[in-house]
């Protein structure tokens, strides 16, 4: 047989082969961009669980668990697209609902657009935008906090249980600022440094700078001695969808990359598992609200590693996941007894969550 029909019939059955071996690749995911609601309206595209291959049978259990839980709203986004979204216990998704101290990372974002605007710096102290006096302590001790110690939460300002997180008067010096993490809702002076750098009232400028500009409706309310924030459940999968593409809604920049990584990272020395007003997964330990303890492993052992998380009194909750491009959010009443930000709902909802998928 001569070399050029040799040649062929190689080259021949070279084709056949490789024909054979491409045809499963049409059933491999393709890589989509990420998508982004409207700002305005209900249209936001959806992604079914049978195009993710994801397990139906694995829904109706994560379902139950929410109702029998106390839930209110729950969303599932993979890459901006709606996989799940339900509502329980006569919650709608017209239906406001507070935040809780998932809210704090609002604050936190607001920080980071003030500073990319030259408005502040987080290193420097307090009282050079809101003036001295808004604590009990010293002079000397009070210039020792700057913004990005309300950040960290790491004031040193004395725990208070039931104080007044604004009034001096309950302000009290406990320890030097950046020695000591204590979850401490003194955060909330950042939006009066905000207010006072901007020249505008915090709700204004909060409107302008990052509600009305990724389409949230919602609005500040005083609860108690606090801020809070109110919103639909699709207004804050919408601060999820911002905070999972690192500070961008499409092609607009709300919040600059560099404040993103180090808001997502952990901030200081002594709980691992804090950044700025967010809390992170996947550390070698952590610190509970109201808690000077040091607890080994993950706050969540059943999430993801790479998860950051908003997390709210009575289980208010925003977990971004970069690794998997998912933002998942739950609203409502308090799950168990335990009314912290942190319990063991987290861990099982994270295994009913995993069934979808593993």
């Not at 492993?297 to 997390?311: E, V």
């Amino acid at each position: 047989m001569s070399k050029p029909i040799i040649a062929l019939l190689t080259l021949l059955l070279f084709i056949s082969c490789s024909s054979g071996t491409a045809q499963p690749t049409s059933t491999m995911p393709t890589t989509e961009s990420a998508y982004f609601p409207p700002l305005t309206g209900n249209v936001w595209e959806t992604k079914s669980i049978a195009s993710l291959g994801w397990k139906q049978n694995a829904v109706q259990p994560l379902l139950d668990y929410l109702s029998l839980k106390n839930s209110k709203g729950f969303i599932i986004l993979v890459n901006g697209r709606i996989v799940m979204e339900n509502y329980f216990n006569g919650h709608s998704a017209t239906t406001n609902w507070y935040w809780a101290s998932a809210g704090k990372t609002l604050t936190a974002t607001m920080t980071g657009i003030a500073e990319q605007e030259g408005l502040l710096n987080i290193n420097n102290k307090v009282s050079q935008y809101i003036g001295a006096g808004w604590t009990s302590e010293t002079l000397a001790k009070e210039n020792l906090i700057t913004c990005k110690n309300l950040l960290t939460m790491t004031s040193g300002i004395e725990d208070i249980t039931y104080g007044d997180a604004v009034d001096p008067a309950s302000l009290h010096y406990n320890s030097d600022a950046g020695t000591r993490w204590a979850y401490h809702n003194v955060y909330v002076k950042l939006q009066d440094v905000i207010a006072q750098a901007s020249g505008q009232t915090w709700s204004n400028y909060f409107n302008s700078k990052l509600r009305d500009k990724i389409g949230m409706d919602g609005l500040w309310f005083t609860s108690g001695n606090n801020i809070v924030y109110s919103s639909t459940t699709r207004s804050m999968a919408r601060f999820g969808l911002l905070m999972l593409n690192k500070g961008k809604w499409e092609n607009n920049t709300i919040l600059n990359e560099n404040y993103f990584n180090a808001a997502t990272s952990t901030s200081q020395n002594i709980n691992l598992s804090y950044g700025y007003l967010w809390w992170l997964n996947g550390k070698s330990s952590y610190h509970l609200p109201q808690s000077q303890l040091q607890l080994p492993g993950s706050i969540i052992p059943s999430g993801p590693t790479d998860m950051f998380m908003a997390l709210g009194k009575n289980d208010q909750k925003i977990y971004v996941i970069p690794s998997k491009k998912m933002v998942v959010i739950r609203m409502g009443d308090a799950a168990d007894t335990v009314n912290m930000a942190l319990s063991d709902f987290d861990d099982v909802l994270w295994q009913k969550i995993n069934a979808l998928y593993q």
